[in-house]
């Protein structure tokens, strides 16, 4: 597990046919870490990392070679509540890393927002 220090940064945030949480420390550039590795970094409970697991799925299950033009979620509002989801997600994830990890929350790449306790 890596020491878990102020520079350790765990942002959870959705690409295609990657893991869900990017982990940085200090100067270093993201890496993408998939839900079944994240204990390398920082242990979180099973239930939260679940339901990660299953956010992610929501988007990744998406995704149609064929139709490429079309992946994603379509209805507004259903892509609204998962926005919202993992924010609330991010906000868990804080809670159980404490102060000393910074948690970041950015849906689908955009600006990251940083998660306070």
Do not use: C, H
Not at 6 to 14: A, G, H, K
Not at 31 to 37: I, S
Not at 43 to 57: G, I, K, P, R, T
Request: glycine residues 6%.
């Amino acid at each position: 597990m890596t020491d878990t220090s102020s520079d350790l940064v765990i942002m959870l945030q959705f690409d295609w046919g990657t893991g869900p949480f990017w982990v940085s420390v200090g100067d270093d550039i993201p890496y993408d870490v998939d839900v079944d590795d994240l204990w390398e970094v920082v242990v979180l409970s099973d239930e939260l990392l679940a339901a990660v697991a299953e956010w992610d799925d929501r988007m990744q299950s998406t995704y149609n070679d064929e139709t490429p033009q079309d992946i994603g979620i379509r209805d507004p509002v259903e892509e609204a509540k998962w926005v919202a989801d993992g924010r609330d997600l991010a906000r868990r994830m804080k809670g159980e890393v404490g102060p000393r990890v910074r948690v970041e929350y950015s849906a689908l790449g955009d600006t990251p927002e940083v998660i306070e306790a």
